[in-house]
């Protein structure tokens, strides 16, 4: 599991009884109380709203700018018989949005189409060439949705040709917004409403409020379902009125009202019989939608969630399905790719920004094989797909590390580029990929990188879990962007078994806290890259959920990050970093520089480890307490670094979890020779000739 800073509030005391007088002024229970107060809600009125207790305030759809502009073109469209076109994009936003919006103007007019573009063959939003395909249908208003704002060349391009275009969009506004018959966006600097921050499928809801004349509250009973899926798969804070529309679609499913694509698709994901919940729509159905688009073409999900046919709604759920482990087999294609690139060049696993390239690799997924590698290696990552002449990239990043100004800076190299602080998307000459992978580095060098963090809520005591604390945090529901599901800590539990589950899939470890038993599950770790073993006392970083078994009602613990109990975390931390500095060959402190004696402490810990290795958490906990409580970050280092200088004399070998084994080479060099050494010895020196020369300047 990867290192991270785990971030717990210093003054729980304070908050806890902060929490037992909310508790006591608005009935809530102690844990929801708390749970309220990390995520800033202070006054009652705003913690029932956000629970749910409230009637939910929703905006007027005609304090939109251009909303009423937008009907009006509309509505005129419809009376006359005009051809209208829906333009959504390929994302499970997109889809759902075209599936809303499509859905409400087919009860209203025959003259009506979709277009969502081919991912591979069109790319994202509105083109010349669809334009032009769009035309000769016949098309005489197009209504985008979930894009649009910054097609101003495309539309004007649309107007040429006499067709006329509203866009409802949620994206980030430019210095112009484009010519055409209405922009229904949020994010307009003329826009003054208190929540703006709607997902596509939130923005085209209002809009069809506005074309029925009614609040929101009367039509979510209709289109609930899709404005929850649309809005909690695509990441938009659960905040205000997203809160209340997902809360309001997640009550359609499992009832007679669900959608009878939805429904397939639950069925086909073998999910129908748990209850959905906002966990659900994030990782069960909107996956699948968005495998339509990333492997084929979006086009599948839409039909899904337009018919009223069983069994074309099974098919088409089957055909989703298929698609998703497509793309998951994909993604596991690439993921091992890289891992194999990383073993063929091993001092890159150390640089500061991790750039793959791999020819041919499928574009609709190296972004989510980015955020993955980003979560297993604990810093950004960039994937480029390379065809041709031309590399096309999709990188993910940590809060503190600005993934697009790092490319920005690169920005002679760029053929097209854009995203945010920690996602972005870029095109670059193939030639061009090795000179951009130094530097970003060597950008990322002049900064001071970010640790992953590990967020914890509150610290529980292991003999007092409870399935009820499961009601209690239910009632913070739904969870998703800005508002996470809570993250408890579980402090000096030992582990007593590893047990693989699923072909190897997931672990089931269990634990004894003082005499109670625990079971927690690893999702999609592999006994290989977990390091711990039986034995270990272990803090533990895990969410709660509610486990029905044989009619029996459990607690179940998800594990989210775990570290050694005896460890100190943030100096481990630094010592990673004075031992990943040493290895680029970076200037490091000379106290960091490994001697014999250093090697010689540690070998026979290695070689009493045996075939079960030794990480170097474990080697740090082998050398006992005395060492723990008076060692700094340098100590830590040191260590760190004899290990690998052994591993290149051939004494000892690594594997790619970073475990030690003893070796058994045909030929040694002696540990003073080693090329290794010799490279952290001279940025040693270099860093104490820096200082001395400072000193003296400063004399």
Known sequence: MVRKRWVLEKEQAERKTQATALAQSTALPPLAALLALRRGLREQEEILAFLGADEPCFTNPYDLPDME???????????TGEHITVFGDYDCDGVTATALLYTYLKERTRALSWHIPDRRAEGYGLTVSAIDQLAERGTQLIITVD???????EIAHARALGIEVVVTDHHQVGDELPACAAVVNPHRSDCDLPFRDYAGVGVAFLLVCALEGCEPPELLATYGDLVALGTVADVVPLLDENRAFVRAGLALFDTSAQRLGLEALRRAARTEKRPMNATGLAFTLGPRINAAGRMDHAGTALELLLTDAPEMAERLAQRLQLLNEERQKTEQDIAEQTELWLAENPARRYDRVLVFAGSDWDEGVIGIVASRMTERFGRPCLMLS??????KGSGRSLPGF???????????LMIKYGGHALAAGFTLAAADVDRFRSEI?????????????????????PSRLDVRLTDEIALLEPFGASNPAPVFLLRGLALRAVTPVSNGK???????AEGTAL?????HTRRADFTFKPGDVLDLAVALERNEYM??????????????????NEVLLHAQRLTEAALRGESIPPTCVPRRETAAKLYPLVKQAGAEGLTPEALFLALGTGFLQKAAAADYARLWLAAKVLCDCGILREDAAERWYPAQPSSRVAFEASPLLRRIAASAAEEQAETTEGCADGA
């Open 441 to 461: 580095n060597a950008y990322a060098a002049q900064r001071e990188m970010p640790f992953p963090l590990q967020a914890l809520d509150a610290r529980l005591n």
């Open 147 to 153: 894009n649009g704002v910054s097609a101003l060349r």
């Open 506 to 512: 997931h672990l089931r470890l269990t634990f004894d």
């Open 402 to 412: 600005s993934l697009f100004e790092a490319i920005h800076n690169s920005k002679a």
């Open 386 to 391: 390379v065809n041709g002449e031309t590399a």
């Open 551 to 568: 009619g029996k009602q459990e607690i179940s613990l998800l594990l989210k990050n775990a570290k050694y109990s005896a460890l100190p």
């Open 519 to 523: 079971t927690a599950m690893a999702f």
């Open 69 to 79: 502009r937008a009907a009006e073109r509309i509505e005129r469209a419809l009376a």
